[in-house]
């Protein structure tokens, strides 16, 4: 018989009754202590049940997080065949995005150049963060600096991990001429761009300095020079 991993699980009409009575259709939904994913679980059937639009956001630390609570978050979404309740037995709907954090990209050594984060890295930080979905690194294409396609944009990383490289890189009209994609708006992140906003806006592009001083930095540490 298998070990039980969680002694007492919370009930999802329990948690139902208190999203009903403490949330709006529209509201995010916080559980930092995600356990087997009842809140997730709760949140989608409480959608289905009334067309709210509610969000969750599911914290978990503990090893089972993708065998057990992504699971059943999954599960739930897509049917459980077994289930007795049809709508469950259907699957709730919805949809999730599951990540897994990593090593902190420590703001100090980002500046000073000395520990730079490895492409693929970064890029799932800036996509992300920049459009609220999830970053799949099979679509990256490094060669076009293509690293995601969201709802809105296809988004561009311009870097390299490397310093000496990176402070000669930018957002350039030969760049920006060959960026592949004629039909959907772009976002294309660099260090810096030599583009007016009048180009910028013919090659239907947004640009976004990367989130860290290099240039200013890298000069700084350059007229002090090694011995100072």
């Known amino acids: 018989m298998g070990k039980r991993v969680f002694d007492f699980p919370k009930s999802v009409d329990f948690i139902k009754r208190v999203l009903d009575y403490a949330t709006d259709k529209d509201s995010i939904i916080l559980d930092s202590f995600a356990g087997s994913g009842t809140t997730a679980h709760a949140v989608l059937a409480l959608n289905k049940e009334d067309g709210g639009n509610r969000r969750f956001v599911l914290v978990e630390c503990e090893d089972y997080v993708d065998s057990i609570t992504a699971e059943r978050v999954r599960r739930v979404i897509n049917g459980v065949p ?9 699957g709730l709907g919805g949809t999730f995005s599951y990540f897994k954090l990593g090593e902190p990209m420590r703001q100090e050594s980002l500046l000073d150049g000395s520990h730079l984060p490895e492409y693929e890295a970064l890029a799932s930080y800036v996509f992300f ?8 690194p099979e679509q990256m294409k490094r060669d076009q600096w293509f690293i995601g396609r969201s709802r809105l944009y296809d ?12 402070k000669n890189m930018a957002l350039t009209l030969d760049v920006a001429r060959k960026l592949p ?33 290099i240039y200013e930095t890298f000069d700084k ?8």
């Open 221 to 228: 540490l350059t007229a002090k020079g090694p011995d100072n």
């Open 129 to 136: 963060t920049a459009t609220g979905e999830e970053f799949e």
């Open 82 to 90: 077994s289930a007795k309740n049809a709508d469950l037995k259907a």
């Open 181 to 213: 994609g004629v039909q959907r708006s772009k976002l294309v992140f660099a260090p810096t761009k030599y583009l007016d906003s009048e180009f910028l806006h013919r090659l239907r592009i947004t640009f976004q300095q990367l989130p860290f001083q």
């Open 155 to 166: 988004v561009y990383l311009i870097y390299e991990n490397d310093i000496e490289k990176l």
